[in-house]
């Protein structure tokens, strides 16, 4: 099982909006640490499903907080077997209706997320196909943010 970190998701959110943004680090780590599942950490959906919901809830970053939960939570499902599909067009609505508790993100996942057998590469390789996927601007992750 391969998890993301704090620092990892800081990252995310700067690569996304391209620059660094206040966060309130409790928060923050209070929704990336519910993707642990403490007894049994063999369920990724559940586990992505609870950071998801945790990410949208808490809203750690002063910008950027839906499309960084959306693109950490298909990064970790990816780092551990699974692709998401959605598409950028449908994305905004589907995190409006997980924010508003309109549609579950476990349920969401289960639906959408589909086992694969290919290798994943880097942190970076991940996020980067992740973003080029739905679409986004990665300029800070192209210009060797860290």
């Not at 599942?37 to 809203?59: E, F, H, N």
């Not at 910008?63 to 067009?89: C, D, H, I, K, P």
């Amino acid at each position: 099982m391969r998890y993301l970190t704090v620092h990892d998701v800081i990252w995310m959110n700067t690569a996304l909006t391209g620059a660094p943004q206040r966060y309130d680090f409790d928060r923050l780590e209070n929704a990336v640490y519910s993707q642990y599942s403490y007894g049994d950490s063999r369920d990724v959906i559940t586990q992505g499903a609870r950071m998801l919901r945790q990410l949208l809830q808490d809203k750690p970053f002063e910008q950027g907080n839906e499309l960084t939960a959306l693109v950490a939570t298909m990064t970790f499902l990816q780092l551990n077997g699974y692709t998401l599909r959605v598409s950028s067009e449908e994305a905004p609505a589907v995190l409006e209706q997980m924010a508003q508790g309109q549609l579950r993100a476990r349920e969401f996942l289960q639906q959408r997320a589909q086992p694969v057998d290919e290798q994943v590469g880097s942190l970076r390789e991940v996020v980067a196909q992740v973003c080029q996927s739905l679409r986004l601007p990665l300029k800070a992750v192209l210009a060797g943010v860290h």
